[in-house]
C-alpha cells in the first residue's frame, strides 16, 4: 500500500504563489487587513463603503478613500442611528424605551469577509458590512446582525447550524414623487403599462431583460449568488431566489441585494419596492424563509431520521413557529403597511397553520427528499429587516425544539380565507413581542425594548397623515 507521505504530491513553487494570492481574484471577502489592502490596490478602489443595516436595514455608514481605510482609522456612529423611525425621526422616550443620555459612539468593525465593488458607482468603490461595538469593544447586543448572531450562537452551543434559504419579492413600479398619488405599474420594452396575471411568465421577464441583466451582473461583480429569477403574479413583480447557506450570510446577501435591485432600476428609469403592499389591487410582497437544522459535526439534516422519516426535531421545530411567531411578528412584518399585506383571500396566509406542500399555510414543508427536509415560512414581508426576520423565525423554531413543542395536525385544506389568526396591526404585535418571557433570551432585553419604542415611534407618525379613506368617507357623511 502506498503511504499517505509518499502518494502526496510535491506542491510547485507557481502553485504556491496561485494559492497565496487566490484571495485577489475573490469577487467578494478577504481574510486579513493585509489582504484587503492589496485586493483594493488591484482594482484601483479609490473609495470604501462601510455600511451597517439599522433597524429598517437601510444601510447607515460612512465614506472613506481606501488609503485611510487600510491606515487602522477608527469609525463611529451615533447609537442614536438605532433608535429613530423609518422617516428619520426620534421617538420620545416612554417606558423601557431610553436614549443614551451621552449619546455616545459606537465603533464600526468591518467585517472584512463582506468585501466586495460597487459595480453601479462610476469611480471605483468598494462596499464592506460592519459590526458594532462600543468604544470599549464590547458587542452592541441591540443591533440586527448581532441580534441574529446570538440565535445562531444559541444553536452552536447545541451543536446544531441552522441552514435558510430567502425569496425575496419585489415590484417595479413607475418612478414617482408625489406620495398623495397610488403608485403605477411600469412600461416595459414593449412600450404598454405592465398588467397582472404574469405568474412565472418569460414573457413578462423579458419585458425588463435590460433591467435583469443588470441586476445579474451587478450581483456578479459582488460575489452574489442568485439561484433562480421569477416573475409573481403582481404586474412588473418579481421573486428572487438564493442558495442555501448560513443566516448571517445570507442575511448579508438580502441587505446587499436590495441595494443592487434599487440601483439596477434607477439606472433603467423604474423604481423596484420592496414594500409589503405597495398597490391595493394587486398581491403583497413576501420574504419567504426556508429553513433546515444540521448537525454540525456530521452535517446530517435532524429533521430527518435515519429511516428517512421525519424526526422528532422536525415536529417540535414547526410546534415552536405555531406557538411563538405570532408573538414574534413584528420582527417579520415591521410596517403598518406590513399588516395591509395579511388580509385573507390575497395569495398570502393569515394563520399560524402548517400543511405539507400546501401554500394557504403559514409554514408550508415542501416535498423534498431527507436530506432537503426544510419548512418554509411564508409569514415574513419582504419590507422586513432580514436580520430581523430570520432571527425571529429561527428562534420560534429553535424553542419549539428546546421545549418539545407538538404541533398542530397538518392543514389538509385551504386555510387562508375567513378569519386571521395573527395580530391584525402594529400596536398589537408589539404588544406581543414585549409579553413573550421566552425573548428575552433570544434576542436580548434591550433589543426588545429600543425595537419596541422605535415601532411605537412610527406607528405615531403614520397617525399624524390623513388618508383619502377619510377625507373620502367621514368629510361629508358624519
Not at 109 to 116: C, E, G, I, K, N
Not at 321 to 338: D, E, I, T
Not at 345 to 365: I, K, L
Request: charged share 25%; hydrophobic share 35%; glycine share 8%.
Amino acid at each position: 500500500m502506498t503511504s499517505r507521505k509518499a502518494g502526496k504530491p510535491a506542491a510547485s513553487k507557481s502553485g504556491s504563489r496561485k494559492s497565496a494570492s487566490a484571495y485577489l481574484d475573490a469577487k467578494r471577502g478577504v481574510s486579513s487587513w493585509s489582504q484587503a489592502s492589496e485586493w483594493l490596490r488591484v482594482r484601483g478602489i479609490e473609495d470604501i463603503e462601510c455600511i451597517t443595516p439599522d433597524f429598517a436595514g437601510v444601510a447607515r455608514g460612512k465614506m472613506m478613500p481606501s488609503s485611510k481605510f487600510t491606515s487602522n482609522t477608527s469609525l463611529s456612529l451615533p447609537s442614536a442611528v438605532f433608535r429613530h423611525t423609518i422617516s428619520g425621526e426620534y421617538p420620545e422616550e416612554t417606558g423601557d424605551f431610553r436614549y443614551d443620555p451621552l449619546d455616545g459612539d459606537l465603533k464600526l468593525m468591518p467585517d472584512l469577509s463582506t468585501l466586495s465593488v460597487v459595480p453601479w458607482e462610476s469611480d471605483p468603490t468598494a462596499q464592506v458590512v460592519c459590526d458594532m461595538v462600543k468604544t470599549n469593544g464590547e458587542t452592541v447586543a441591540y443591533t440586527p446582525r448581532n441580534v441574529l448572531r446570538r440565535v445562531v450562537d444559541l444553536y452552536t452551543k447545541r451543536g446544531w447550524k441552522p441552514v435558510v434559504a430567502p425569496e425575496i419579492e419585489f415590484y417595479l413600479v413607475a418612478q414617482h414623487d408625489d406620495p398623495d398619488y397610488p403608485l403605477r405599474p411600469p412600461k416595459g420594452r414593449s412600450g404598454r403599462t405592465i398588467t397582472g396575471g404574469q405568474s412565472y411568465s418569460i414573457a413578462g421577464v423579458n419585458e425588463f431583460d435590460e433591467l435583469v441583466d443588470d441586476i445579474y451582473d451587478f450581483s456578479d461583480k459582488q460575489g452574489l449568488e442568485i439561484d433562480t429569477l421569477i416573475h409573481e403574479e403582481g404586474p412588473a413583480q418579481m421573486e428572487i431566489n438564493l442558495r442555501h447557506g448560513d443566516p448571517v450570510e445570507l442575511a448579508d446577501q438580502v441587505f446587499m441585494f436590495k441595494r443592487t435591485i434599487r440601483e439596477a432600476a434607477i439606472k433603467h428609469g423604474v423604481f423596484a419596492t420592496f414594500m409589503a403592499k405597495p398597490m391595493q389591487e394587486y398581491a403583497g410582497s413576501a420574504m419567504h424563509i426556508h429553513q433546515s437544522v444540521v448537525d454540525a459535526e456530521t452535517g446530517r439534516n435532524i429533521f430527518s431520521n435515519a429511516d428517512g422519516g421525519p424526526s422528532q426535531a422536525f415536529f417540535n421545530f414547526l410546534g415552536g413557529m405555531q406557538h411563538y411567531v405570532p408573538k414574534a411578528l413584528v420582527m417579520m412584518a415591521p410596517y403598518v403597511n406590513s399588516y395591509r399585506r395579511l388580509t385573507p383571500d390575497m395569495a398570502c396566509p393569515v394563520n399560524n397553520a402548517w400543511g405539507y406542500d400546501n401554500r394557504t399555510t403559514a409554514f408550508r414543508v415542501p416535498h423534498s427528499d431527507a436530506a432537503a427536509r426544510r419548512v418554509e415560512n411564508r409569514l415574513p414581508s419582504s419590507d422586513a429587516n432580514s436580520y430581523l426576520a430570520l432571527a425571529a423565525s429561527l428562534a420560534c423554531g429553535y424553542l419549539g425544539m428546546v421545549n418539545g413543542i407538538v404541533p398542530s395536525d397538518p392543514a389538509e385544506e385551504t386555510v387562508n380565507e375567513g378569519s386571521v389568526d395573527l395580530p391584525r396591526g402594529l400596536l398589537e404585535a408589539v404588544s406581543l413581542l414585549e409579553s413573550e418571557s421566552a425573548f428575552a433570551d433570544m434576542f436580548g432585553q434591550e433589543f426588545i425594548n429600543t425595537y419596541a419604542g422605535v415601532k411605537r415611534g412610527e406607528f405615531e407618525t403614520f397617525m399624524q397623515v390623513i388618508s383619502p379613506w377619510e377625507r373620502e368617507f367621514l368629510l361629508l357623511n358624519v
